[in-house]
Structures are given as structure tokens and as C-alpha cells.
């Protein structure tokens, strides 16, 4: 399928939420609608490795039979159900009974069925706790299919089901059943309802733009930019991954290079945004065993991988991105302050956690590796705690890079923010730092502010090549910044402002002259004429 097909998928599915949505809150009905879209996305997996698994056994049914293949065949073999599911659980890491498959449950909402509001919650039921060990485990702990916000009574409930279903699958069918445009499709729409999320987006989207610099960035070879991107990542983090599209662009931009990740770690603390997220990573094509997010808060770390006090066992990333919660308020309380992450730099004030991500993610960086984070320009200048954290960052020699952003960028603040990039292995001992935040570097909208695909390859460029380039970027050596007390705000080292044309009065004057004195020959030559006519002179 195209990439223009795909986005117009994504459009056609839009249009049905946009259509069906009607009264209901946006976030409820993004997650029946993605969750609906995520049972398709298996079940047509799990049909595909079926007919590979039963071969000539696999059941051919005509085109008026209603049925679902693997139901004739579960009714025909009973004896071999255990058997097959055994292989199945092996090879695709997960079971589906047929009464469960989204073919099924599509079918029941075109003929209206009354069970289908039942047959529908006992298949999230059966795939979160039958499936496969932990992979959808509390899944779908968030779709209430018996909320009275689908209906009062259950009859309300199953129509309004029915309905949807019904519309996804008819949208759905237009296309390719390939189930790699599902993922696109999914990706679509989780942007679209952040969209029209106001704040809320910031707790489950990246912009796809910026979520490119970081990706882009990261993949690069830490050591020396210039030699492109590295063939392989070993494990890869973001610990607030909230729908883990920013993820899942660090593995799109490395296997667009024919490179490949290891492993892929994500945290996020909000349930919903959770369960969004491991969706997200099936729905691309991420194995189970290829991924692991994990429900915490990141600042309590209650992630048991990250709290290994060997040396030798602990946890590196190779790559870290993060866009955590600006300048989000945190118990600061004295205990922690002995905290591995914390206890070299000091804490950062209850009234702003910025420095707080920016901590965990670094202690956890490997010597080899780079992380960039989406913050705030606060922390670039900010005093007190913050600006003793900042300076031993620098004066570690920390702190690679600091990218300045457009204001009105995101869905969920208006706010300018900064992209800070850290390195354990830095060879230079200069700042690079860009600001790419001028009128001529963004496109203006109507509502949000686009970075075109020119401005961002002209960022991931200049850090690349660490270009020093006239009103947009510059290397700042170490000796300045202490001069400015180590003070980061960027229009201090790069300044946008066009330099006034310099004036030499000399040659206005004598413009000035010359033009008087051809305006007084022009006077009388023009009074002759006059006085030839007998007319008034000027």
C-alpha cells in the first residue's frame, strides 16, 4: 500500500470518529475506537499465521458463508484445538477463539446481533488474561463496554456498538487488508485526537516533527555525527514514552538505515496512555519479546530493571528521547535527595521536576550513547537549584547541544521549548547551540506553528555537522559560558535579529543637495512655461 493510501485510511477512520463521536467524551471514545482497531490488527494476524499453521487444513468457505474459517475448523477438530493453540502460542505469542476474532465480531454488528456487546467484552477479557503471559495483560483495564456513556441500558449500549464496529469495518474494507497499515492508520489517529485534546495531549503525543529531530538525532553515531547513523542500538528508552510514537520513530529513522534495535524500553504512568503504547508497539510490528513497557511513576522509579544497585548489572541505554511534563511540581522531600540519580547533582525544586527526568534518563545513558529531551526554556536560565544542576552538567562537560524551538508547536502548550542533547562520551569541549526559533525557520498556522521538512533537516544538519551558521547556530566554548555564569539562554550566543544597515551621512547629504538643486531647476524651468501663459507662478 502507498503512503498516500495510508493516510487516507487514517482520514477515512478520522472521518468516522468525527462522525460517530456525537456527545461522547473525545478520550472515551478514542479508546473504544483504537481498542477496536487493535482487536482487527490481531485477529487478522493471528488468522494469517493460522492459515500457514493448518495449510491444505485451513477451512475454504464460500463467499456467502458468514462463518469464520477458524470456527469451522475449531467445531471440525476438537481434539486438536490444544495442540494447535500450543503451536500457535509459540509462534505468534498469542490465541484468539474464534468467536473473539474481529471477523466475528464485525459480523455480529452488521446483523445487529444482541450478544455482541457480551461476545465483545468477554474477548478483551479472554485476550488480556488468556492470551499469553504478560504481553495484554490489563489491556483493555480501561474500555468499560457497560459505561452509560455508550447508552443507558444495555440494548443503547449494543446498538451504539454495532454502529461502530459496523462503520470501522466498511472504512477498514476499502483497502488492503495488509495489517501493516494498520499501524499507520492507528498512528493517524492517536495525532488527530491529540489534536483535539487541548492539555491532555501532552500526556500521549509527540508532534511527528519534533519527535523526528529526536529520533534523527539519537541514531546518529554518538562519537562523530558526520559518520551517519549507527547500523545498531542494543536497547533503546524513552521513560515518559506516553503512546510510544516517539519510540517507534527512533526504530523507523535506524531501520530506514538498514539498522535495527535490540530491545525497546518505555515507562509511563498514566494507565490509559500505557496500554495506548503497547498497543501502538503490536500494531507496528514489535514482537512481545522486542519490547517491555512498564506502568510507574519515573520519578518514584519503581521500575525493578532500573534499581539494580551492581555496577556491573546495571541497566544502559544506547539511546534515550524524552518529552516529559514541563515544569511539572514533585515531591522534592529530603529522603531522596541520597537518590543514585540525584545525589551528584543535587534535587531539583519542588516547583519544576524538569531536571529531575533530565537526571533519571542520564544515570541510566550509556558511554556510548546520546539522549535528547524536549524541555522547557526555563532550565536553560533558571537559578537556585536548577542552575547548580546546570553547572555541573557543563563543567562535566555533559551537555553536547541545545536546540531552540517555535513557540506554539505542541497541542497541549503554547510555550517555546528547547531540545536538550547529552553525551557521556563527548569529544568536543564547546556547546553547540541552535536556535532555530526565527519566523523564516517554521511555517505559522492558524492554531499551531508546523516545522516544515526543510526546517528539520536543517537542524539535524547543523548538529550533525556542528555548523556555525550566521543567526542560527554557533559553538560556544566553555570559557564563555562560565563568563555568563553558565547561563544557557540561547539568544545570549546566537542572536536572530538582522543587523541595521549602517547610514554614511556624507552621502545622504549630497544626495539630499543634488536632489534639491534639480528640484529648483525643475521650479523654473516649470515657472517660464507659466509665465509665457500669463498663469500664477509656483
Partial sequence: MTLKQQQQLGKTLWAIADELRGSMNADDFRDYMLSFLFLRYLS??????????????????????????LSVWYNDNKEDIIEFEKQMRRKVHY???????????????????DDLLRTLDKGFRYIENESFESTFQGLFSEINLNSEKLGKTYTERNKKLCTIITKISEGIAKFSTNTDILGDAYEYLIGQFAAGSGKKAGEFYTPQEISTILSEIVTLDSQDPTT???????????FTCGSGSLLLNVKRKLEDNNGHIGKIY?????????NLARMNMLLHGVKDTEFEI????????????LNEMNPAKKMEFDAIVANPPFSLRWDSKEAIADDFRFKSYGLAPKSAADFSFLLHGFHFLSGEGTMAIILPHGVLFRGGAEEKIRTKLLKDNSIDTVIGLPSNLFFSTGIPVCILVLKKCKKHDDILFIN???????????????????????????????????????????????????????SRYVNTTIAEERIDLKIVNDNLIDINKKIKEATEKHNAFLKELGLPLI
Avoid: C
Fill in 44 to 69: 487478522d494476524n493471528y488468522e494469517s499465521a493460522a492459515k500457514k499453521e493448518l495449510k491444505k487444513d485451513y477451512p475454504q468457505l464460500e463467499v456467502y458463508d458468514n462463518r469464520t474459517p
Fill in 95 to 113: 490465541v484468539i477463539e474464534p468467536n473473539y476474532l474481529w471477523s466475528n465480531i464485525s459480523e455480529l454488528a452488521r446483523t445487529q446481533h
Fill in 228 to 238: 551517519g547513523k549507527k547500523k545498531k542500538l542494543d536497547k533503546v528508552l524513552d
Fill in 266 to 274: 518505555g515507562q509511563e504512568k498514566n494507565i490509559t496512555t500505557y
Fill in 294 to 305: 512498564h506502568h510507574g511513576d519515573t520519578l518514584d522509579n519503581d521500575w525493578d530493571i
Fill in 436 to 490: 532555530a526559533s526565527s519566523d523564516e525557520n517554521f511555517e505559522k498556522g492558524k492554531r499551531q506553528n508546523n516545522l516544515r521538512e526543510e526546517d528539520i533537516q536543517k537542524i539535524v544538519k547543523t548538529y550533525q555537522f556542528r555548523e556555525d551558521i550566521s543567526r542560527y547556530s554557533r559553538k560556544v566554548s566553555m570559557d564563555e559560558i562560565e563568563k555568563n555564569d553558565y547561563n544557557l539562554n540561547i
